[in-house]
């Protein structure tokens, strides 16, 4: 496999030298006009420093160049031409050349990074003027992050946003929540992509990206109505500038290993104590078992099943241009194995964004991506048979390998062996995503333009599985080989038409913007599995190579269309008072025809206070503003057809040995089903210090939830198979978010401190008749969470312990009220679960699965040509519900145990720890769910660090590059925290949004070492 | 200037109105679903719905609460697959330490609502539906088989868990909070569903062969045969069972053993049968149509056996010498099993599980005739006219009746004498053990006979504890207070 990667690396990058000449050559040929003198200078910035990397052109023609690491330039013009002097942060100069050799040039600051344009939705807004709640991650700060898909960029940045991976397997979704827990229902914000929105944005390479604005409130979001309800992720991807081009060449290599594995039992131990558990619930011993201390080591299970596993990545960009046309190229190609065997991940990725204007009053632009994606992943996350439980649970006692080379089945463990369900995992997806946007600005008259914007998204996905004949035991057998292929594919349209007007006139300065939009999101998939193979070579999987006659098929359709209509006014009186309003009405046909179209407005207002004689000139206070906002947004999503009674056939049964189709209605339609509405209320400040040296955010939010929309669990008396679609009660959630920047240089030494602080709390308002809703159901043993008004969401719910008890008597002492006995079933050594006020066992929160706060940390340092970069994010005060103690911590010894277990109640007085009952084969008191399985989540991660050199620019220019930066560095370098599960880095499970900090186990987080570089030229 | 204008404003308006005009139909997105007001319009729809509740009963994880377990947790076999960690949520239940906490006592809850849910669908709906669209007498006989499924679920509902809501209609969202029925309520609904469904249904001799399987007037009498001996009105049941007898429907088979042969299945002495079948699709559990129960039961030595349900000796010694349902009943180690055909196997029950040595063999078929793994073609016969022989000599013997003209007939078959044990009660014990041994009965009716105690009380069982399962803890969880165990 290592030996595959570094060929098809070498393969690459052979290609890819090539191409990089190619484009050389090109770009060369084009610059290649007539020019007499050579012009050379400085830049420096209004402080004397000299600025590496601006940008130098000739006016109107594509030739330019670089500044070097020194600020010097060198350029070839004629005396006729004019010098275009262009720089992130900096405002543009130019500068005729008329006859001059040498052209020093100071560059001023666009003001700080408060005149920085941040986009908002439907268009752009000085950062200065939002009255919003928005945070901004730029280029600069991605860049330097290893990430492998745009997701984890967002990780610890802005305070609010919540990222967590459930799982670390190789290019597998984040889990995104902004501003805590907004719902019940799915909690993840919307994405916008160039103006399109889309679903997730796995699909975009990292490096791509120009920027990320996260939209937090409701009067930053309201403009996206229906859906902005969970937040809005703006991304917009990078364009070209004008001027010479500029090609970036970046990669790094890493290395991945576990950074912690769970101590279990060596195969003596176990052996001994299921020999014990056996004994205690008068069973017959296991006569392979009693000669425990002869089983030595035994078999290390998570061992055998995880690896060192190797990541790396490729990334190539061109881009530049002239006035009228701007082009921005880009090339991807990222690889990573899976620290669990069999598990991978490739993307390959292409991205063209070209900016043309062609006339006076018409700007044309596209962004176009095309990204194919492979993966093998290993069944993981379920707490039944993923790889990882089956390697926690299965004995130390049974070998990997009988004598005969065959896996070996376990004789005392109903798991099957891990190595050989790996071993035979064969499941592969591929996809090909094709994601585009075409846009066109025209200018009516000056202050007035017409904007329409169509998206397209293609995505064709397919998959493969195969399930070989094999026999390891009875029960761990396959006698039929089946072939699997399913296919799916995923279209979207979006098509955004509106009308822009600005005018200043005076103090006052007005923009108003309106439009209409249509979506269409449909989906279709299809899949069909056939069993019996002629021959079992891998290369022969093929539904066409099955030999049954009888192959089963299945597909299906789905779609969601919208309309919406909407309008936003921007107002500001002096540049001190701000003022914004939105509107939306939209409309989606997830609803019934009833309740299909829902408005939702927005105000926010904001004061710049700094702007007010009293305080401008403030030497100490330069920036200050204050913010408020209050609006309404809305939650739509939900499947499609929620709202009528649908029918599904494949219940079959025979009859006289025919079988014949059933068709049942396994769900209830609720044609009452409508928005659910969010009302957020936003107060912020903002405040710049000693010239914007230290900045300082801070939020506070009221944000109520209403009509929420979930698919409870429901009484099994009812006899559904799914659970309705219901608009089900409100929620309360109220929060704290503080970001702090510092940027301050002593000498040549520059350090910038970014930390980011958030809080909430969540409460129930109001769940109409319904007491509690009831998810997150682990192993069948019932409920692990509940959601009742009063309470925060999906609170932990189970028994209290109160120690063991350690004698018959004590047992026959813990009566209830009436003399009952209220643990018949316990013994001696048993857990002892304590009372509640009524004299019954206390049944009820065991645990809070949500922080008290989450936080991030980001230093950024460098001096002379070394920098470092290092980013810690953690969270605090969180429950979880360890859900791997299901068997580690189990008494009845059915499966390999948690060393912990060697404590265990083995007489009167041995420990009274309720951790550590007493084994017993036939246990029924101590599996019950309480809070011997809820653990502390708190964590502190240092999930970045970095150290870069950066060539020095003497050798640089002998180089004839611009730039060439080596590093070093770690992700999940380190972790503190008392968690004793695979990782404490957990989201939401399977069951959805109330399924919260329940472990299954999941694939953790590896911890990699990479070394890479970034090449300019 | 003002012609560039006009042409911008064109362009844009010519968008705008492009966007705006195909809004009208445009959110009237149609499911790919048949949706349910638009089904119930024909034959066809009626029978679909009928047959999604006839799957439920082949659901094989319905099947090991009521059957397959039957034998295992009334303690005449031994649990046997690979040992205690094998189904470890067994070993609490052998020893009768019921927790509402076990996971698997929800399988059994959850799926027989399941039925009945289709099964309210189709009593509700069908009906509904106008001649044009179904015959009347289609009409009638899809209801009744419905009412008979739906009564056939609420009986093992009350067997398994005694009081359980009772849900006859489809509920509408706000109104699932249904408290337990009581026992009577349960009992009346039980007896109406199948009194209603004998009313309809055809008798056995007039149906067609391809309707094999389908619910019958005799397979309704004799489940309310069997609902009146569970509420010990013995009267009723003898009255009934001698209906059954004087339909002259059914008939003891000649050899016993033919009863489990795959030639004899819906044959003379079928009352009902959960039917199953090969489906080949080389899938597991329910994702097929055939029968997990015989790879369960099949010995861990022959085949890809999972080696449960390994008789005791106590339950071998029960049979009198001389009684060859004995060997029809039991796989010795070392047996010689179809002896003389291309199957020819000895059996091989070693196993440190398989305490006593020995299989169950009703139900194991020659390897000609396995499907593959869990999708072994044999039904499930769940009652068949010995049975109802019994029942008679039950009821008769509480009644002060002819016990044993009854019980004769059954031991008549196979060749053994009157019975020598003089109670007749007892007399009829033992003869339900042997003659039904190893058809999962054991459990259930050592509890509804009062012997609770008596048989089982050494292995823990307790009187008014241990008659019924909890009800699951998630479900008392979710109700909120409506359910307590």
Known sequence: MKKKLLNDYLLTRVAKSLLLVLMCLMLTQLSLQAQNISVKGVVKSTDGTTLPGVNVALKGTTTGTNTGSDGTYSIMASAKDVLVFSFLGYASREIAVKGQTAIDVVLSETATNLEQIVVVGYGTQRKSDLTGAVVSVKAAD?????????????????????????????????????????????????????????????????????????????????????????????????????????????????????????????ASQWAMLKDEALSNAGLDPIPALVDYQSLGQGTDWVKEVTQTAATRNLNFSVSGGNEMVKYFLSANNYKQEGIVRKSDFERTSVRLNMDMNLKKWLKLGENLSV???????????????????????????????????????????????????????????????????????????????????????????NDYDYNPTFFISGAESNAVSAVYRGSNQERAWNWSNFLTYSKKFNVHDLQIMAGVESSDDYSEWFS????????????????????????????????????????????????????????????????????????????????????????????????????????????DKIPPYGYSTLATSGFRYNFNGVII???????????????????????????????????????????????????????????????????????????????????????????NIGLNFSTFTNEVTNLGTQAAILSAPLRDNGYVTRTMVGYPIAQFWGYKTEGLFQTQAEVDAWVDANGELLQPNAGPGDIRYA????????????????????????????????????????????????????????????????????????????????????????????????????????????????????????????????KLRIYVGATNLLTLTRYTGFDPEIGTGYYGSLDLGVDRAFYPQPRTFIAGLNLTF | MKKKISKIIIISFVLVMINVSCSKDFLDTKSPNVALSDFFTSEADANEALTACYDVLGWDADNFFPYWLGDILGHDSWKGGEGAGDQPWMEPLLKFQYDANIAELNTPYRQYYIAINRCNRVIEKVPLMTDDMIAPSKRESVVAQAKFVRGYFYFELVKLFGEVPLVITNLTPGHYDIPKATSAELWAQIEKDFTEAASVLPMKSEQDVSELGRATKGAAQAFLCKAYIYEKKWPEALALANVIIGSAEYHLETNYTDIWNLDHENGTESVFEIQFTSSGTGDWGDDNEGNEFVIFTRSRNN?????????????????????????????????????????????????????????????????????????????????????????????????????????QQVRDRVGMPETTISNPLQAVYHERRVELGMEGQRLWDIIREGRGTEVLGKYGYVEGVNNHYPIPQSQIDLSDGILVN
């Open chain 1, 371 to 461: 990204e194919s994606g492979k993966n093998h992943s290993i069944n993981e996350a379920d707490e039944w048979s993923a790889i990882l439980i089956q390697a926690t649970a299965i004995d130390p006692v049974t070998p990997v390998y009988l004598p005969d080379g065959k896996f070996a089945p376990s004789d005392y463990v109903d798991m099957n062996n891990p190595v050989a369900h790996l071993d035979r995992t064969k499941n592969e997806s591929k996809n090909l995503r094709i994601t585009g946007n075409v846009y066109g600005d025209l200018t009516i008259m000056k202050g007035l333009t017409f904007r329409s914007n169509l998206g397209l998204s293609y995505n064709f996905g």
């Open chain 2, 303 to 407: 085949g890809d056996g999972w080696g449960f349900n390994c008789p005791t000796q106590e339950f071998v010694d029960e049979f009198e010498v001389g009684d060859p349902r004995r060997d029809a009943t039991i796989i010795d180690n070392g047996e010689i099993l179809w002896p003389g055909t291309p199957d020819e196997t000895v059996a091989d029950n070693s196993s440190p599980t398989c305490i006593d040595g020995y299989h169950s063999q009703k139900y194991q078929l020659p390897p000609s005739q396995w499907g593959d793994m869990s999708d072994d073609p044999n039904n499930w016969i769940v009652i068949r006219y010995a049975e109802v022989l019994l029942w008679a000599a039950e009821a008769a013997a509480h009644t002060g009746g002819d016990w044993n003209s009854y019980l």
């Open chain 1, 661 to 751: 189709d059933g068709i049942s209605f396994p769900g209830e339609g609720n044609p009452d089903l409508q928005w659910e509405t969010t009302t957020t209320t936003n107060i912020g400040i903002d405040a710049g210090l000693w010239h914007n040296k230290l900045t300082l955010t801070m939020e506070y939010y009221l944000k109520n939830t209403t009509d929420m929309l979930l698919d409870a669990p429901i009484l099994s008396s009812v006899g559904m198979q799914y659970n309705p679609w219901v608009n089900i009660g409100s929620m309360k959630n109220k929060g704290f978010e503080m970001e702090l920047n510092f940027t301050d240089a002593v000498g040549d030494f520059n350090y």
């Open chain 1, 142 to 266: 991605i860049e330097k992050m290893p990430a492998a898909t745009t997701d984890q960029v967002l990780q610890g940045r802005a305070a609010g946003v919540t990222v967590t991976s459930n799982t670390g397997m190789p290019g597998a979704p984040l889990q995104i929540r902004v501003r805590g827990i907004g719902t019940i229902n799915n909690s993840s914000p919307l994405f916008v992509v160039d103006g399109f929105p889309v679903d997730d944005i796995g699909y975009i390479n990292p490096a791509d990206i120009a920027s990320m604005e996260v939209l937090k409130d409701a009067s930053s979001t309201a403009i996206y109505g229906a859906r902005g309800a969970n937040g809005v992720i703006l991304v917009s991807t990078k364009s070209g500038k004008a001027g010479a081009p500029v090609i970036t060449f970046d990669t790094y290599f890493g290395s991945s290993k576990m950074w912690k594995k769970p101590e279990l039992l060596n």
């Open chain 1, 835 to 962: 009372k509640g006020s009524d004299g019954n066992l206390y049944y009820g929160i065991i645990g809070n699965p949500l922080p008290d706060f989450t936080y991030g940390l980001n230093l950024n340092m460098s001096y002379k040509n070394f920098d470092v970069i290092a980013f810690i994010q953690g969270v605090s005060g969180n429950d979880v519900f360890n859900g791997t103690k299901v068997y580690t911590d189990r008494p009845d010894a059915t499966h390999n145990m948690s060393v912990r277990m060697l404590d265990r109640w083995t007489g009167e007085g041995t420990t009274n720890d309720a951790h550590y009952p007493r084994l017993n084969a036939a246990d029924a008191n101590n599996l019950a769910f309480s809070d011997r399985y809820v653990e502390n989540g708190s964590y502190t991660r240092i999930k970045n660090l970095q150290i870069g050199y950066t060539l020095p620019d003497g050798i640089s220019k002998s180089l004839k590059i611009i």
């Open chain 1, 528 to 635: 069909t599995r056939s069993t019996r193979l002629l021959k079992e070579f891998s290369h022969l999987i093929f539904i066409s190579n099955a030999t049954n006659p009888n192959s089963t098929s299945s597909g299906l359709m789905s779609e969601k269309k919208m309309f919406s209509e909407y309008g936003r006014l921007n107002y500001s009186y002096a540049n001190k008072y701000l003022f914004t309003a939105n509107i939306r009405r939209d409309g989606s046909s997830v609803f019934g025809p009833d309740h299909r179209y829902g408005i939702f407005p927005s105000f926010s207002a904001g004061w710049k206070l700094s702007e007010e004689n009293f305080l401008k000139g403030n030497t100490l206070l330069s920036n200050l503003k204050l913010r408020a906002g209050w609006g309404q947004i809305g939650n």
